[in-house]
């Protein structure tokens, strides 16, 4: 029940805005994140919030890239910004019924969208 939209091709420097909805659940995700996978690289994290708006990011991406999240419309975004070519990957969100303060892993995952691409060209 996690849709991810909003990828596409950009040039270096520009902005995307992902959007992730979450719906069909009867309780409570109190932790989402996004995350994102390049060719040939496993998973990594790139950002998370709980509930309560507690927010981390990957080291490397601070002050780049923002997330929020709408928790009466179920909506989680990630703007970001001043985009690179080593960005591009396929941008996953992700849930988890735990509270995470720190960075959510992908192994603490339990409930995945179905990505979306970006693509940063140089």
């Known amino acids: 029940q996690l849709q991810a939209s909003g990828g596409g091709l950009v040039q270096a420097g520009g902005s995307l805005r992902l959007s992730c909805v979450d719906s069909?659940?009867?309780?409570?995700?109190?932790?989402m994140g996004w995350f994102r996978q390049a060719p040939g690289k496993e998973r990594e994290s790139v950002a998370s919030i709980t509930w309560s708006g507690d927010r981390s990011y990957a080291d490397s991406l601070k002050g780049r890239f923002t997330i929020s999240r709408n928790n009466v419309k179920n909506i989680m975004t990630l703007q970001m910004n001043s985009l690179k070519p080593e960005d591009t990957a396929v941008y996953y969100c992700g849930a988890s019924r735990g509270l995470h303060v720190r960075l959510l892993r992908p192994s603490e995952s339990e409930y995945w969208g179905q990505g979306t691409l970006v693509t940063v060209s140089s």
């Open positions: 069909g659940r009867t309780f409570t995700i109190y932790t």
